[in-house]
């Protein structure tokens, strides 16, 4: 399990084995144990998102042991307790962390019933984070988003209504932000020398510029790490052209130009990753590639010099 200090390490196997019995089958205490390194993994990635986001003043992991042992047939404990910071005013909510590779999220009326009524004894509301694996994107909704068709069927919401009224941006400020069909990385490199081949020409070069392309296709010589950082993360194609004087390699993203911010530290952790990243290990050490205000400040300087087009701070819609 991906835990970082000893105790934790003691007390997460004591879990296990009390609530499977000392003498459980060896085999079967590695599948739990991958069963909830798994779920622990999806966990902790969001909390490394909304620490890495904005006005977070407290994330707290919350215990999933109750007592009487009959109170799990009424309540249902969220995953972690929050306290935003918005517009000055300190709220708690407590949110239940979920992936699917479903483009729906379904839970049981007993289910659901247990967050309400846990949300109701303790006057808390509960939000659902929800991820959909094929999106790869977090979206944040209130519990009663949730939609009951008929009594007794299940509570679903599909990925669009989700998103709809996803509340990332106006709780947390995530945003969208979109690159110009324009723009790419430039490395222009002068002929020196050319050398027929068998296979057509090999040129010594040296290189003479390397620039960005705004979105109406001017050069732009101001190194951004916001759009470099970009280009981390977005699928990219290369292509070669040349004149008379230059050999011209290009970067540009392709086919998709859009994200948002809240995949940006996820993805460049990823891109450098050597082995499975402890996303609570890097919130403790501060690991960041490049911080939430830094990258912003990136992309407004970059929307000034052409090389962004938009971005996208949402309100949640509920009509």
């Known amino acids: 399990m991906l835990l970082s200090k000893p105790d934790d390490q003691a007390r997460a196997l004591q879990k296990i084995f009390t609530e499977l ?56 404990v969220p995953d972690v307790l929050v306290v935003v910071n918005i517009n000055g005013q300190k709220k708690p909510y407590y949110i239940e962390i979920k992936t699917s590779k ?13 967050f309400k009524k846990y949300s109701e004894i303790t006057g808390i509301p509960v939000l659902v984070a929800w991820k959909w694996k094929k999106f790869d994107i977090w979206a944040l909704f209130r519990l009663e ?61 040296t290189i003479d510029a390397a620039y960005w392309t705004d979105r109406d296709g001017n050069e732009v010589y101001v190194h951004n790490h916001g759009i470099m950082a970009l280009f981390f993360c977005l699928q990219v194609q290369e292509s070669i052209e040349q004149d008379e004087k230059y050999l011209y390699y290009t970067v540009t993203p ?22 499975r990243i402890n996303w609570l290990e ?22 000034k010099e052409g090389t962004l087009n938009y971005i996208f701070f949402s309100k949640p819609n509920y009509g």
């Open 21 to 76: 019995g000392w003498d459980a089958d060896p085999q079967f205490i590695r599948q739990r144990i991958h069963e909830l390194d798994n779920g622990l993994v999806q966990e902790d990635e969001f909390i490394f998102i909304l620490n890495w986001l904005k006005n977070v003043e407290l994330i707290h992991k919350l215990e999933q042991f109750q007592i009487p042992v009959t109170a799990k047939k009424d309540f249902s």
């Open 102 to 114: 479903e483009d729906a999220l379904s839970w049981s009326e007993k289910y659901y019933n247990g």
């Open 145 to 205: 988003d949730m939609q009951q068709l008929q009594p007794g069927r299940n509570y679903k919401i599909d990925l669009g209504t989700a998103h709809k009224r996803n509340l990332m941006s106006e709780f947390f400020r995530d945003y969208f932000i979109s690159l110009p069909d324009k723009t790419s990385f430039v490395i222009r490199h002068k002929k020196e020398k050319m050398t027929p081949t068998a296979d057509g020409e090999l040129w010594d070069t």
């Open 254 to 275: 392709a086919p998709n130009k859009n994200i948002f911010a809240q995949a940006i530290p996820i993805m460049l952790n990823e891109a450098f990753a050597e082995k």
């Open 282 to 303: 890097k919130i403790q050490q501060q690991e960041n590639f490049i911080g939430y205000d830094d990258l912003l400040s990136d992309f407004n300087n970059a929307f």
